[in-house]
């Protein structure tokens, strides 16, 4: 059975309420956000996406990135969702994140399976947290240096012949 739209809109409100951004969000207030079925301005994702999978989408990058919806969307910083303009391309950040969905899409339908094979499972292997965990700008250094071993586990040196 489907959840009602009611269910579903409470549900987004829970959510935005979740991440901060709602804080003024008063029950029975006129603009409440509702999370869109399809997405106006699609240039990556299918417009068609849904509800549900739209959302999970969304609160990924934000996750993944550590970030809030207006680093991508255009709107100031903790103002209610419904007040942000989402389908506005003004922000910059948003089609740098096309780009990031794109090479994601190639290396899950193209390189890693031509490397590895299909995924047994289907689900994407690589996602924006595999990179980014947590954070905006993922690391770019040099891997960390490897661990000195520990003085009781260095081998005894061999006794130079004389
Ligand atoms: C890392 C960047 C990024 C973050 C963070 C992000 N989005 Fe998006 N969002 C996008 C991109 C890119 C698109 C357009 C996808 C396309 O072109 O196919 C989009 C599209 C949308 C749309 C559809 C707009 C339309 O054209 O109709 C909605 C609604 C939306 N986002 C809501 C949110 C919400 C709510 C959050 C916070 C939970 C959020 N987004 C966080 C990048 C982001
Ligand atoms: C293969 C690793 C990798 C993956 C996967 C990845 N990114 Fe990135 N991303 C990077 C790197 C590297 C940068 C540049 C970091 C910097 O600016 O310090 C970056 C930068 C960005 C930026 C610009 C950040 C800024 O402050 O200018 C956005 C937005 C972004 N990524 C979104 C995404 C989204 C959304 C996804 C998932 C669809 C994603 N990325 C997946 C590696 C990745």
Request: proline share 13%; with cysteine; aromatic share 4%.
């Amino acid at each position: 059975m489907k959840a009602p739209p009611v269910a579903l809109a409470l549900a987004a409100v829970a959510l935005a309420g979740s991440l901060g951004a709602t804080a003024a969000q008063q029950p029975g207030a006129k603009q409440e956000f509702v999370w869109p079925a399809r997405i106006s301005n699609a240039k990556v994702l299918p417009a068609d996406i849904g509800q549900e999978r739209l959302r999970t989408t969304m609160v990924g990058f934000a996750r993944s990135l550590g970030v809030r919806c207006t680093f991508c969307h255009v709107g100031p910083e903790g103002a209610p969702l419904s007040q942000l303009d989402f389908a506005s391309d003004a922000n910059p950040h948003k089609e740098l994140a096309r780009g990031m969905i794109r090479m994601v899409q190639k290396l899950n339908r193209e390189d890693l399976p031509a490397i590895v094979g299909e995924s047994e499972s289907g689900r994407p292997r690589v996602t924006c947290y595999t990179c980014h965990r947590g954070s905006e700008h993922p690391e770019t250094q040099l891997p960390p240096p490897p661990p000195r071993p520990a003085a009781a586990a260095t081998p005894p040196q061999p006794t130079p012949a004389s």
